[in-house]
């Protein structure tokens, strides 16, 4: 197990330019418990792409989502399919409200993510549109939206 810590934590020094601190590589130890390593390694190439994932506890986060992501596609390969699906869809709403002529406000994934249960990509974006970047004006016309299609009657 030693050797294998090892192999990983010399790849971590290698793509990051610099060895990872105690409680970095006490967690990577703990990752190879329930991880194969090359899926680690690959993890952590991966991670090395992000040039915005700067300190070495967000590499971890970032290692431990992929990872994680990889065991729910074996497991679950439906519900990674969905989950893929929808953070596509929470990306390119983000780019299209940032977009936008006047943006007031970030656009939080989770408010996304509860838009989708009632509304398609492109009708949020229609909506996005008229909003015209006034988060106050798109979080009231999605309001109204989304009680329209969940109470047809008022």
């Avoid at 610099?18 to 990752?31: F, G, M, N, T, Y």
């Avoid at 994934?109 to 970047?133: P, Y």
Wanted: hydrophobic share 40%; proline share 3%; charged share 30%.
């Amino acid at each position: 197990m030693a050797e294998i810590a090892d192999a990983v934590t010399d790849v971590w020094k290698k793509v990051f330019g610099d060895s990872p601190s105690q409680k970095v590589e006490a967690s990577l130890i703990r990752l190879l418990a329930h991880n194969p390593q090359d899926e680690i390694l690959d993890a952590i190439q991966i991670t090395s792409t992000r040039f915005h994932i700067t300190s070495e506890t967000d590499r971890l986060k970032y290692v431990s989502g992929i990872l994680k992501n990889k065991r729910i596609e074996k497991v679950l390969p439906d519900k990674a399919a969905e989950r893929y699906q929808l953070n596509k869809a929470v990306l390119v709403l983000q780019a299209h409200w940032n977009k936008q002529p006047r943006g007031t406000h970030y656009l939080d994934r989770s408010v996304i993510q509860e838009w989708l249960t009632d509304c398609s990509v492109d009708e949020i974006k229609a909506v996005m549109d008229v909003a015209e970047g006034y988060w106050a004006r798109l979080r009231e016309e999605m309001k109204r939206l989304i009680k329209s299609r969940r109470d047809p009657k008022s």
